[in-house]
T-cell receptor, first 112, second 113 residues
């Protein structure tokens, strides 16, 4: 069974600092790795999807990398802003059962 | 605007009552999903449907039921058999292909007392 872990559970950074969010997964047999953002009391918004054949994906200030062999993905957010404060979740889609397994998320606070 | 609408946003029920959460999408997506989110935990899959009139149990289906009579609608019923129903419930959809991203509604927070 796929286990997805995100450490730390929370972090706080000053505005302008680059953010590095970690995601690890136990089973490398995945179709893709997805990153989501969740604001308090809201649903999830898809940020980036990295297919298993890809090493990274970029969208604006966001860059996500994928290393299947080591079971890791990293989300980089450049020049953080207070508006980036949210919970970021990663999810791995398993080849075995086509299901997405979610991490518990990292809650980010960007201090002005 | 295309999207997923969940209603109501907040729901309060007494223990022993069944309750139905609504989920409607106008994205023309084939696949729809129900997840449950509890504090400090990842999302857990309750039920999913890849096509109209067909649905499958997820990891925590006990105490829940669904129907998929129309492509755009996937209601979830939380029955009195669900031991700990208080949670945040999220509906999602995708076009059903392997590498399509998931789109989420804004959730329903259910409180059972």
């Amino acid at each position: 069974k796929q286990e997805v872990t995100q450490i730390p559970a929370a972090l706080s950074v000053p505005e302008g600092e680059n953010l590095v969010l970690n995601c690890s997964f136990t089973d490398s047999a995945i179709y893709n790795l997805q990153w989501f953002r969740q604001d308090p009391g809201k649903g999830l918004t898809s940020l980036l999807l990295i297919q298993s054949s890809q090493r990274e994906q970029t969208s604006g200030r966001l860059n996500a990398s994928l290393d299947k062999s080591s079971g890791r993905s990293t989300l980089y957010i450049a020049a953080s802003q207070p508006g980036d404060s949210a919970t970021y979740l990663c999810a791995a889609k398993s080849i075995n059962d086509y299901k997405l397994s979610f991490g518990a998320g990292t809650t980010v606070t960007v201090r002005a | 605007d295309g999207g997923i609408t969940q209603s109501p946003k907040y729901l309060f029920r007494k223990e022993g009552q069944n309750v139905t959460l609504s989920c409607e999408q106008n994205l023309n997506h084939d696949a729809m999903y129900w997840y449950r989110q509890d504090p400090g935990q990842g999302l857990r899959l309750i039920y999913y449907s890849q096509i109209v009139n067909d649905f499958q149990k997820g990891d925590i289906a006990e105490g829940y039921s669904v129907s998929r009579e129309k492509k755009e609608s996937f209601p979830l019923t939380v029955t009195s058999a669900q031991k700990n129903p208080t949670a945040f419930y999220l509906c999602a959809s995708s076009d059903g292909t392997y590498n399509s991203p998931l789109h989420f509604g804004n959730g329903t927070r259910l409180t059972v007392t």
